[in-house]
């Protein structure tokens, strides 16, 4: 059983990570996925915002990243645009406080790791595994940090992801 306290999604995924001597490995096993997940807004009330915002940002990695991995397919494309959505609506009021906007980001979290957990992990994840165990960087925030950089040297080489998820995060920018 498992009942999330941060927006990251691990919780719907069954990718393990552990760091040791400076390196992060990760895998899958489906030993690790829960049986029950429990998802409770209320238990956000205390995050601090900026933890919040932060493990926000690992799940809109989560759902791009689904975007150009490699297994993707139209279901983990479909899962992922709708969860990059819904996070795009959810972080917003998250830091204010807002129940159904915490709840809006609990579901857009969760359709971005099982996309992520389908499709594969992408060069955002793998460089952020990379650093992270390298430098002892924070997972979430090094997620958050990275992203832009990996969305715009993607983005020249996938026009058709890159365009659905500018439409997801409501801009006209591909």
């Given amino acids: 059983m498992a009942v999330p306290t941060t927006?990251?999604?691990?919780?719907?995924t069954d990718v393990w990570g552990l760091t040791e001597n400076g390196r992060k490995r990760t895998g899958s096993d489906p030993r690790v996925l829960?049986?029950?997940?429990?998802y409770d807004a209320d238990l956000f009330a205390g995050l601090p915002s900026s933890l919040a915002v932060a493990s926000g940002l690992n799940a809109v990695a989560h759902a791009i990243d689904s975007m150009w991995a490699p297994r993707v397919d139209p279901i983990?494309?479909?899962l992922a645009?709708?969860?990059?959505?819904?996070?795009?609506?959810g972080l917003l009021g998250v830091?204010?406080?807002?129940?159904?906007?915490?709840?809006?980001?609990l579901y857009g979290s969760y359709l971005a790791a099982v996309a992520f957990a389908s499709a594969g992990s992408g060069l955002h994840h793998k460089i952020c595994h990379v650093l992270g165990g390298a430098f002892g960087l924070p997972?979430?925030?090094?997620?958050?940090?990275?992203?832009?950089?990996v969305l715009a040297f993607n983005a020249p080489f996938a026009a058709?992801?890159?365009?659905r998820i500018a439409?997801?995060?409501g801009s006209d920018d591909a």
């Fill in 167 to 169: 439409d997801a995060l």
């Fill in 7 to 12: 927006f990251a999604g691990s919780e719907a």
């Fill in 34 to 38: 829960p049986a029950v997940v429990v």
């Fill in 76 to 78: 983990d494309a479909a």
């Fill in 95 to 105: 830091v204010a406080g807002d129940i159904d906007a915490t709840e809006q980001t």
């Fill in 160 to 163: 058709t992801a890159s365009a």
């Fill in 139 to 149: 997972t979430r925030a090094t997620h958050a940090i990275v992203l832009p950089h």
């Fill in 81 to 89: 645009m709708e969860g990059l959505r819904a996070l795009r609506t």
